[in-house]
């Protein structure tokens, strides 16, 4: 799947794992809430081969965490996230109220 910046995604995984050295207190995604990508960054996964991205997300943030590579905010596997199709979510968008401006009033 592709993944790119302030892309609309859904929890469709929230069983993260993350190294003892994670703050237990962190925020974690959960599964069926909708998300915008903040950052998007590719990582080689431990023990495979090819590399994977990974996000951090506009509605999540979380302090850094000691690492081998020092401080630094977790990111969550893309894998677990459903890119959404902008075109698609527009059928929901038509069924909202229209807004109606009255003389007169302020908006």
Known sequence: MEYHLGQLVACIDDQFKFTAECPA????PKKGTVYRIRTLDFFRARGT???RPFLRL????NPPFPSIVGAYEPVFDASAF????PRRLDIFRQH????????????
């Open 25 to 28: 207190d962190m925020t974690m």
């Open 49 to 51: 081969p090819s590399v």
């Open 58 to 61: 506009n509605e999540i943030v």
């Open 82 to 85: 459903l890119p959404l199709d």
């Open 96 to 107: 909202l109220a229209p807004v109606t401006r009255h003389q007169g009033v302020p908006a």
